[in-house]
């Protein structure tokens, strides 16, 4: 089958939505100078010197952080689901190759992480491995898996065994511990071989306790993979302009959700106090308050996305997106690399220096230029230069990759 067939068989709903939440992740990596862990007090105070700069940060809360890293997850339980779909109406089995593929994104993802430690890539590529079996479990308990670990089940369970303690780490995440001071630093004026080596480890021991700790992310990805294969189980977004009453549905679940999560998370810690330590049963239902307020954000934006993008113009707008959700792996790691030598030492060295307001700015242009290149790249190959790479160690094969005149 040519890649121009292949390409018919898109649907550009999903690469927009895909773009839609990358362009999401790199506003909020970028205002956070992509430091990807907490910083010492007073470090950002720089970052901070207006109105709109505060106003930057409640809007990134509320609206990004938290919920794009949601909406690409649940992209790729869905691309997970389509891929072992897909073979299997060929009659093939693409378990093992699935499972390959994860091994070449973890290998992505461990050189990204290099540069920086909040990558996703390797993260999904773990968490990957657990989807194949739920392959062929019935939808009523893929949602019930999904809806336990939305419920804070992993940090539950975490707590019982640590108290609060970190899994991996010999530190902790309190923003004066020695540990984040000296990472701060080492961003400040390391030279890429030294940020690289505290990375290579250190850097995997505290993202590995962020996941599976009791912040729980890495369980709360794993849920939105769940509910991404049963989206695609039910064949959402191959008729979503049918599918409007279920959207309709899930919004006002989504609000639901959000008001629920607002009064948990408002009860629980208002009850510590202004000192909040994550040592105690309170804080973590809190922490479970958060988890459904993001979810709730992240499904109404969702639904809004959807919408818009049924009405005409709203799709011409949104499916702008799409070229840049196509190449999503490729802008992801370029984004990264860009980010930290802005930031970092070992490159231009503005880490913690630039308000709110200019960086927000600067990710909103990088955004708009990749989108541009994504298109223009599209125009002359047939996929982004990683996912050709990915594609093609994947099927031991060299897939054509500029399209013929």
Same mark, same amino acid.
């Given at each position: 089958m040519s890649s121009?067939?292949?390409?018919?068989?898109?649907?550009?709903?999903?690469?927009?939505?895909?773009?839609?939440?990358?362009?999401?992740?790199?506003?909020? *990596?970028?205002?956070?100078?992509y430091i990807a862990a907490p910083t010492p007090e007073g470090a950002l105070d720089a970052t901070h010197i207006g109105v709109l700069d505060y106003v930057v940060d409640g809007f990134i809360m509320i609206f990004l952080r938290g919920k794009f890293f949601a909406l690409f997850s649940f992209l790729f339980g869905l691309s997970f689901f389509i891929q072992?779909?897909?073979?299997? *109406?060929?009659?093939?089995?693409?378990?093992?190759?699935?499972?390959?593929?994860?091994?070449?994104?973890?290998?992505?993802?461990y050189l990204h992480h290099m540069f920086y430690r909040g990558d996703?890539?390797?993260?999904?590529?773990?968490?990957?491995?657990?989807?194949?079996?739920?392959?062929?479990?019935?939808?009523?308990?893929?949602? %019930?898996?999904?809806?336990?670990?939305?419920? %804070?089940? %992993?940090?539950?369970?975490?707590?019982?065994i640590t108290g609060g303690d970190n899994l991996f780490m010999s530190g902790g995440f309190e923003?004066?511990?020695?540990?984040?001071?000296?990472?701060?630093?080492?961003?400040?004026?390391?030279?890429?071989?030294?940020?690289? *080596?505290?990375?290579?480890?250190?850097?995997?021991?505290?993202?590995?306790?962020f996941q599976l700790g009791i912040f729980s992310r890495g369980y709360l990805t794993f849920a939105f993979f769940l509910l991404g294969l049963y989206a695609g189980r039910i064949k959402f977004f191959a008729n979503y302009k049918d599918k409007w009453p279920l959207m309709r549905d899930i919004l006002y679940g989504s609000l639901g959700i959000f008001a629920l999560g607002i009064v948990v998370t408002f009860f629980s810690f208002s009850q510590l106090g202004p000192e909040v330590k994550f040592d105690n049963w309170l804080a973590m239902i809190g922490l479970t308050g958060l988890d459904l307020v993001n979810l709730g954000m992240t499904f109404m934006l969702m639904a809004l996305f959807v919408y818009l993008y049924i009405k005409v113009k709203g799709q011409r707008l949104l499916g702008s997106f799409a070229a840049y959700g196509r190449t999503a792996l490729?802008?992801?790691?370029?984004?990264?690399?860009?980010?930290?030598?802005?930031?970092? %030492?070992?490159?231009?060295?503005?880490?913690?220096?630039i308000p709110n307001r200019y960086t927000f700015l600067i990710a909103i242009g990088l955004i708009i230029f990749q989108m541009l290149i994504s298109r223009w790249w599209l125009k002359h190959f047939y996929y982004g230069p990683l996912e050709w790479v990915w594609r093609s160690l994947t099927h031991f094969k060299s897939y054509p990759l500029k399209r013929r005149e």
């Open positions: 121009t067939t292949q390409a018919k068989k898109r649907i550009e709903i999903i690469d927009a939505l895909r773009g839609f939440s990358l362009a999401g992740i790199v506003i909020v *990596h970028m205002v956070e100078n072992m779909d897909s073979a299997h *109406h060929k009659g093939q089995d693409f378990r093992w190759r699935f499972l390959w593929r994860l091994a070449l994104l973890f290998v992505i993802g996703i890539l390797t993260i999904y590529a773990l968490l990957g491995v657990f989807l194949v079996p739920f392959y062929k479990v019935r939808n009523p308990w893929v949602l %019930g898996v999904a809806a336990v670990l939305f419920l %804070g089940l %992993g940090r539950y369970v975490v707590f019982m923003p004066n511990s020695p540990e984040i001071v000296a990472y701060f630093e080492l961003l400040k004026s390391g030279s890429i071989a030294e940020v690289m *080596h505290s990375n290579a480890l250190e850097g995997q021991l505290m993202k590995m306790d490729t802008n992801y790691v370029f984004q990264s690399i860009l980010g930290t030598f802005l930031f970092f %030492g070992w490159g231009l060295g503005y880490l913690a220096s």
